[in-house]
């Protein structure tokens, strides 16, 4: 070895010991003299979780199933959407309530949420208040079996209605419901759906009308964040708004994901990101893989 190239292994290799010492420091301006590297490192870890959504992937387990699956996985958290095999519904007597809660809180899994089908764009008013009424009951769950939040969504625009009209309706239902949540310590998350609602300048607008600090939005990562003004556009409307984020495959190249969690990141964002993808006969081994290439994106791995 010549003497130029041991100089300059030694080099790099004090840089390379120094970094532990520069973070635990905090001497920013010696670890941006040392590399890029460095300054990564001081950034912080992102303090967001993993978990999942039972639609699809779990859609046929129990809880017990639920529980083994995502501690092997390592995942935090899940989100029980209704009428899946879990059988976490708002006709669980009190003792049954109690158990789901202990059970959770006994394991390493936390139960973040509730995931209800219950929408408010329907120009019918009898209809309105009857799913207004039913997401209460399901509140009252929520706060029962240990959850957090409750999710619920926009499904649509009825033709015959002025748009302005429907967004103002939904958001207005939010803003009972979150009047009702905060009595029972439970959030109200709309989630970024439907045909036209999906758009996130009306999610904007329903979140403005609500006004309420127990209403946000499950960001859902749908090809329509990046209509409009584009992705950037779309996420700065509702980024101080996002309490859970529901994910897509991973793989999907067309969506930037990446982005995505860099940008919560810088948000502070510290709830749960949730799986919501296809089922499979080996789904340990694709929740491992989904929660590696979730880390890898937000430079983790």
């Known amino acids: 070895m010549n003497s130029s190239r041991r100089k300059f292994l030694g080099v790099t290799g004090l840089a390379a010991g120094a970094l532990p010492f ?106 309105l208040r009857r799913d207004i009424d039913a997401t209460k009951e399901y509140i009252v769950l929520a ?38 949540g905060a009595n029972h310590a439970i959030q109200i998350r709309l989630e970024v759906h439907g045909a036209g609602t999906s758009l996130l300048p009306h999610i904007k607008t329903i979140m403005d009308v609500a006004n309420h600090p127990g209403v946000g939005v499950c960001w859902n990562s749908n090809d329509s964040d990046l209509a409009g003004d584009g992705f950037e556009h779309n996420f700065n409307l509702v980024k101080d708004r996002i309490f859970s984020v529901h994910l897509r495959d991973l793989f999907l190249e067309n969506y930037p994901f990446r982005r995505l969690f860099e940008r919560l990141n810088e948000t502070g964002f510290k709830g749960f990101c949730l799986a919501e993808i296809p089922g499979s006969t080996d789904p340990v081994r694709v929740m491992k893989y989904f929660r590696s290439t979730w880390l890898a994106y937000q430079g983790l791995l």
């Open 143 to 180: 706060h029962d079996v240990g959850a957090t939040g409750v999710k619920v969504r926009p499904n649509g625009l009825p033709k015959e209605v002025p748009v302005e009209k429907t967004l103002e309706q939904i958001g207005r239902s939010l803003r009972e419901l979150g009047e009702f």
């Open 22 to 127: 520069l973070a635990s420091s905090g001497d920013a301006v010696a670890a941006a003299a040392a590399g890029p590297a460095a300054t990564t490192f001081l950034k912080g870890k992102p303090q967001m979780k993993l978990g999942t959504v039972t639609y699809l992937l779990a859609a046929d387990w129990d809880i017990a199933t639920i529980l083994k699956n995502c501690t092997a996985a390592q995942f935090e958290g899940v989100e029980l959407r209704t009428t899946h095999k879990h059988g976490v519904e708002v006709s669980l007597a009190a003792p049954q309530r109690a158990e789901v809660r202990k059970r959770f809180a006994d394991s390493p899994v936390a139960l973040m949420g509730l995931g209800s089908a219950f929408d408010y764009h329907t120009p019918d008013a009898a209809r």
